[in-house]
C-alpha cells in the first residue's frame, strides 16, 4: 500500500506563553516492510527544529519558540509505502525463553516499566499464568494471551488516560488500544516473552474498533471517519505491540484487532511503553493552559 499520511497537532494557549519547547514522534521508520518516500514537517510560527534518533530508533524532532505566542500549529505530512507483514512464530519451547543470555539480552522489555508495571500480589502474572497454561509453544502462549486481552478489556474511548496502570485498568476492564497493548505487554513479559510497545498510524476502512491511543496531551477526535469512495480515512495515532520469538525474533501483534498487523499499520517507533513513544512532549513558560487538538487523516494511493 502506498499511504499519504497528514498529521496535524494546533496548539492553544489561554494567554501569551514563550520558550514554547517541544519534542515530536510523528515521522514514519523505514524498515524492511516500510518505506518512507517523502517526508516534511512545518511550524507555524516558522522555526528552526533539529531532528535526531533516539535510544529505541525512533525519530525525534525538537523545536522552540521563544518569542511570546498564543498558538502554534505542527503540520507533518508523508508518504510511506508498505508491505504485508505475515506473522511467523516458530515452534520454541517455551523453555528457550529461560537462558540467562536470552533473558539479559532481552532485560528492557521483560522487565516492568512505567506505564507496564506490576509487584507481588497484582493480578498480572496469575491473569498470565493461567493464559497460558497448557501451551506447548511460545506461539501457542502469544495466541493465548492475545485472546486473554480482548476477553479481559471491552474497546471504549473515555474511561482511561496516559496515566491508569495495569492494576486500575483490570478493575475498569475498558480502555482504547494504548490499553489493551499495555495489559498485553504486561502479561507477555509476566511469563518471560519480551514486548515493547509500537505507536503508529492505522488506515480504517471497515470501521475496526481500534479508534487509537487515549492521550492526556495531545487529544485525538472521539471517532474515525471513512470515506470509502475516496480511499481517504480521518483517524487516530494507533498502538500495537511486537514479540519476540527466540526463533524468529520480533512478531507484529495488534490486541486490539485480535491480533491482525498488515499493511494497513504505519509504524512510527517502539518502546517499553507509551512513555518512549509519545506524539508529542513539551514544556512552556508561562501561567496560561493549553488545548492540543490533533487529527491525522490517510489517504491510500495505492
Known amino acids: 500500500m502506498k499511504l499519504e499520511i497528514h498529521h496535524k497537532m494546533a496548539f492553544a494557549y489561554t494567554k501569551p506563553v514563550h520558550e514554547s519547547l517541544n519534542e515530536i514522534r510523528i515521522r514514519p521508520r523505514d524498515g524492511v516492510l516500510q518505506k518512507v518516500l517523502g517526508y516534511e514537517l512545518q511550524v507555524d510560527p516558522p522555526v528552526r527544529t533539529h531532528s535526531a534518533v533516539d535510544y529505541w530508533g525512533t525519530t525525534v524532532e525538537q523545536l522552540g519558540v521563544m518569542d511570546a505566542h498564543q498558538g502554534m500549529e505542527i503540520t507533518a505530512n508523508a508518504m510511506v509505502e508498505t508491505t504485508p507483514r505475515t506473522p511467523d512464530f516458530s515452534l520454541a519451547s517455551p523453555a528457550t525463553l529461560q537462558p540467562l543470555d536470552f533473558r539479559s539480552v532481552h532485560a528492557e522489555f521483560l522487565r516492568p516499566s512505567a506505564h507496564v508495571h506490576w509487584q507481588a500480589g497484582d493480578e498480572i502474572a496469575p491473569l498470565g499464568t493461567a493464559a497460558v497454561d497448557g501451551c506447548a509453544t511460545v506461539g501457542e502462549m502469544v495466541a493465548a494471551i492475545d ?14 488516560q496516559v496515566g491508569t496502570s495495569l492494576k486500575e485498568l483490570l478493575e475498569i476492564k475498558s480502555g482504547v488500544c494504548q490499553d489493551f497493548a499495555h495489559l498485553a505487554i504486561g502479561m507477555l513479559r509476566s511469563v518471560g516473552i519480551p514486548a515493547r510497545y509500537v505507536s503508529g498510524y492505522l488506515f480504517e476502512t471497515s470501521g475496526q ?23 481517504i480515512a480521518n483517524v487516530q495515532t494507533h498502538a500495537w505491540i511486537e514479540v519476540y520469538d527466540p526463533e524468529t525474533g520480533w512478531q507484529h501483534l495488534d490486541p486490539t484487532n485480535k491480533g491482525h498487523v498488515g499493511p494497513d499499520h504505519v509504524v512510527i517507533g517502539h518502546g517499553r511503553d507509551y512513555g518512549d513513544v509519545p506524539p508529542v512532549r513539551g514544556v512552556y513558560m508561562g501561567a496560561a493552559t493549553v488545548d492540543v487538538d490533533t487529527g491525522v487523516t490517510i489517504t491510500n494511493h495505492t
Not at 485472546?147 to 482511561?160: A, H, M
Open 147 to 160: 485472546r486473554s486481552v480482548q476477553d479481559t478489556l471491552t474497546y471504549e474511548s473515555g474511561t482511561t
Open 209 to 231: 474498533m481500534s479508534q487509537g491511543s487515549k492521550e492526556s496531551e495531545p487529544k485525538e477526535s472521539a471517532e474515525s471517519e471513512i470515506a470509502a469512495e475516496s480511499e
